[in-house]
C-alpha cells in the first residue's frame, strides 16, 4: 500500500465546502468519485482543511491509499480526467505511512480580498468584498497587526463550532494595498470555523470606523464570546486558501 499527497486547485462557487455532505456536492465528494474510478476500489482521503461552501483554494492538499504501480508523477494527469474542470489537481508526492493532509500541516495561509469603489465593479466583485474608498486603511493595517501572536480567538469564531480550544497562534497578518484592492493575508498553524470571515469583517467594522483598534485589542485580550463581536461573518466568495506549508 502506498500514501499520495495530491495538490489541487479548486473553484468553490458551486461547491458546499470540501467535507463530504449528503448531496454529494462537496470537493471531497468530487474527488473520492474520481480516485475510485480511476483506482477501481473505494478510496478514503483526508483533507487539509475544512473549507466552507463557496471558498475556492489556489493550493489545497489531500492525502490517500491505494494499492497501485502507477508513477507518483502521473497520478495528476490520470486523476483529472475524471475531475470536473472547477477541481483540478495539480502536483503529487508519495508520502509516509504516518503523514496526515491535515495534522502534520505547520502553517496555511488564507488570503480575503476587498476592494474599494463607490460602485460595484462586475469584473471585481465576484471574487472581492466591496469597500468605499473613504474608509481608513491605516486602522485596518493596525488591526491586522494585533492577530498576530498566540491569542484566544473565541470572539472571531462562529458559535456553533466544536473546537474544543479557541486558542490559535498566528504568524503573520498584513493589510496588502494593490490598486483598488486590499488583500488581507493571514498565516498561521491553525484557524477556527469561519474564523478568518469573522477576522476580515472585524477590519471592515474598523475601516468603517464603527470599532477602534483599541476594541479588537480587547476581544484579543478578554477573551470574549462571539457574541461580544459585532462585525459580520464575511461572504465566503472573496476567501482563497493560498498555501499549505508541511
Known amino acids: 500500500m502506498r500514501k499520495f499527497l495530491i495538490e489541487i486547485q479548486f473553484n468553490g462557487k458551486n461547491y458546499s465546502g470540501f467535507q463530504s455532505v449528503k448531496n454529494g456536492n462537496s470537493i471531497s465528494d468530487k474527488i473520492t468519485c474520481a480516485l475510485e474510478k480511476l483506482f477501481e476500489t473505494k478510496i478514503a482521503i483526508n483533507g487539509c482543511s475544512r473549507t466552507d461552501a463557496g471558498v475556492s483554494a489556489e493550493s489545497y492538499f489531500f492525502d490517500f491509499s491505494a494499492q497501485t504501480k502507477l508513477p507518483t508523477d502521473r497520478i495528476p494527469y490520470k486523476l483529472n480526467r475524471f475531475l470536473p474542470k472547477d477541481i483540478q489537481a495539480i502536483s503529487a508526492r508519495e508520502v509516509d505511512g504516518n503523514f496526515h493532509a491535515r495534522f502534520s ?14 460602485h460595484t465593479l462586475p ?28 491569542h484566544d480567538f473565541s470572539a472571531f469564531k462562529t458559535s456553533d463550532g466544536d473546537e474544543k480550544s479557541c486558542v490559535r497562534t498566528i504568524y503573520s497578518s498584513t493589510l496588502i494595498a494593490d490598486g483598488k ?45 462571539r457574541a461580544s463581536n459585532p462585525a459580520l461573518t464575511l461572504p465566503p466568495n472573496a476567501l482563497i486558501l493560498k498555501s499549505v506549508e508541511y
Open 123 to 150: 469584473l471585481l466583485n465576484p471574487k472581492f468584498y466591496k469597500l468605499k474608498p473613504s474608509v481608513n486603511v491605516e486602522n485596518m493595517k493596525s488591526a491586522c497587526q494585533l492577530f498576530v501572536g498566540k
Open 105 to 118: 500541516a505547520k502553517s496555511k495561509t488564507y488570503e480575503y480580498g476587498f476592494y474599494l469603489s463607490d
Open 181 to 225: 484592492k486590499l488583500i488581507f493575508r493571514i498565516c498561521g498553524e491553525g484557524f477556527l470555523y469561519n474564523m478568518v470571515r469573522i477576522l476580515a469583517g472585524t477590519l471592515v467594522k474598523v475601516a468603517n470606523g464603527e470599532m477602534s483598534v483599541s476594541q479588537v485589542e480587547s476581544l484579543l485580550k478578554n477573551g470574549n464570546s
